[in-house]
């Protein structure tokens, strides 16, 4: 800008943009299940691959997060939202997110491209070393939201895949997943099967005394002599689990109950009938908008949020 035009720069419209980009990066690793975590499965490939284009490029690398099991499904993650709030917070300016792929850093397409975008308005660039695109241009932006894109895509066809396998064999009585408490897996003939063992011998007494008309802390308290220790409230989920009867519930079976070829702990008439006293319980509490003890409950209102004042009465 010439001399003569500084004394109207005030007058100039827009946010005058930062041209200088700096050097400083964080490197964002992760894999989609615990078993590769556990094993270290491509965590070392991912960070040695973004550490050398960081080193090629002359970047400093301020930190490293992730290197665990994170699924990609949701951003609810808790090593990518302190990395998120690193880059933000970070006295020492952060430019680049160093990622493998982009389905590293995450798989949520439109929900990804907005906290890329977010993002690259506080000059912080997401880059994927296996799949570079120059994102200060709109081709390059364009190009990455497409990977976003494709990256959730192919999230969805990989679940529908394993829910069709799940659902199939639930239907035919077998349950894919661990089993709950109480159970085994043995190999019989290189069938999977699902045998009680001594705690299960337990989860039938624990129905039996429930009908006996024990309390659910009590019956906790009858375990833990058997050497079971366990919280109330799992007593009482397993009292709520059908697959003790030799029912299969699970959400890819859509609502609908399917008979499981596991060893029943129980009957079906056993199950019924202690949830029926658990139906007969009372669950919760309710909220009194007025009540005689605090007179003033539904008169005064705050005076920052405009909200009635709430009250209690303390017992002790």
């Known amino acids: 800008m010439s001399n003569d035009l500084l004394f109207f720069e005030s007058f100039a419209k827009g946010k005058k943009v930062q041209k200088f980009k700096g050097s400083n990066c964080v490197i964002y690793t992760r894999v989609s299940t615990k078993e590769q975590a556990d094993n270290n499965m491509s965590l070392e490939t991912q960070r040695k691959s973004c550490e050398q284009y960081a080193l090629r ?59 890329a975008e977010k993002l690259k308005k506080e000059g912080i660039t997401v880059f994927a070393v296996t799949q570079p695109t120059d994102t200060t241009t709109a081709s390059g932006s364009l190009q990455q939201n497409i990977q976003f894109i494709f990256s959730e895509y192919d999230n969805q066809l990989r679940r529908e895949k394993c829910m069709e396998g799940v659902k199939e064999k639930l239907l035919n009585g077998i349950w894919c997943v661990a089993p709950p408490t109480g159970y085994d897996i043995v190999r019989v003939n290189g069938k999977k099967e699902f045998t009680l063992n001594d705690k299960g011998k337990l989860v039938r007494k624990a129905f039996l005394w429930k009908v006996q008309g024990l309390s659910n ?6 375990l833990e002599g058997f050497g079971w220790k366990m919280h109330t409230q799992r007593v009482s989920d397993m009292f709520r689990n059908p697959f003790y009867c030799g029912l299969l519930a699970h959400s890819a079976l859509e609502g609908e109950l399917v008979e499981g070829i596991q060893e029943k702990a129980i009957s079906k008439e056993l199950f019924l009938q202690v949830n029926g006293i658990l139906d007969k319980n009372k669950h919760g509490y309710a909220l009194q908008p007025e009540n005689e003890y605090i007179p003033l409950k539904r008169f005064l209102k705050c005076e920052a949020c405009g909200r009635y004042l709430r009250g209690y009465k303390a017992w002790k």
């Open 57 to 115: 490029n002359k970047y400093n690398i301020v930190g490293c997060f992730g290197g665990t099991y994170e699924s990609a499904k949701t951003d609810e993650r808790k090593e990518f939202n302190n990395m998120l709030s690193c880059v933000k917070k970070s006295k020492e300016k952060i430019s680049y997110i160093i990622v493998y792929s982009v389905d590293r850093f995450s798989r949520s397409g439109a929900n990804a491209i907005y906290i």
């Open 217 to 222: 802390e009590a019956i906790k308290d009858k």
